[in-house]
């Protein structure tokens, strides 16, 4: 088969280069992630789409063919399948463009490397990622009072270090191969939100 027959087969994102605006927003559990794109919604118009929330949504949806698939997963702190979250991210992007939204904040994804390979190959490519660096007992702290009253079943100390021990191991190599890209701002979380905004502000302008 020559190259451009190679070429013409290669499949095209869904979404074309300048269509939509996507940044992923990575971090350990109990950086500081929603907080910080709460601030960006507000200020600058960007839909949030959290990873975990949709997976959330799709696990009590009723009629869903992955509820049980993702109540599994997200109870021993493991990773859903990508072509699930993938499927909701995309059908998330496609509603609020129709909306006329196009600046999208993916918050907690993509949290392996095929992930974040696949979304970039099949529904966009990404500007940059959005990196919140936080020391693991700064997160351990958090998520135990976030526990206290967040009724979620993952926010418990044996599920919280699970989740660590998995975000350094699969995520990590994630953050490794957009940086070597020149794609990635790293924004320390150990200081008052404000200042950690001012800095996600200042990245905004750069990239």
Do not use: W
Not at 128 to 140: A, H, I, Y
Not at 158 to 171: H, L, Q, W
């Amino acid at each position: 088969m020559s190259s451009n027959a190679r070429e013409v087969t290669k499949p095209q994102p869904v979404f074309k280069d300048g269509e939509v605006s996507v940044i992923f927003v990575l971090g350990g559990p109990g950086a500081g992630k929603g907080t910080q794109c709460a601030n960006l919604v507000r200020d600058y118009g960007f839909v949030h789409l959290s990873a975990g929330d949709l997976l959330r949504a799709e696990q009590t949806r009723e009629g869903s063919k992955y509820g049980e698939l993702i109540a599994q997963h997200i109870r021993d702190g493991l990773i859903v399948p990508q072509e699930v979250t993938i499927a909701l991210l995309e059908q998330s992007i496609k509603e609020n463009l129709a909306k006329g939204s196009k600046r999208f904040l993916v918050d907690g994804f993509p949290r392996k490397m095929d992930q974040a390979i696949t979304f970039e190959e099949q529904i966009a490519k990404s500007s940059f990622t959005l990196f919140f660096e936080c020391p693991e007992n700064v997160m351990l702290e958090r998520l135990l009072e976030r526990g206290k009253s967040s009724g979620r079943a993952d926010d418990n100390i044996e599920s919280i270090k699970k989740r660590f021990r998995v975000f350094i191991e699969t995520s990590m190599p994630v953050v490794d191969y957009f940086q070597k890209q020149d794609r990635v701002v790293k924004v320390a979380c150990n200081q008052p939100v404000d200042e950690v905004y001012a800095e996600v502000q200042n990245a905004l302008k750069t990239k």
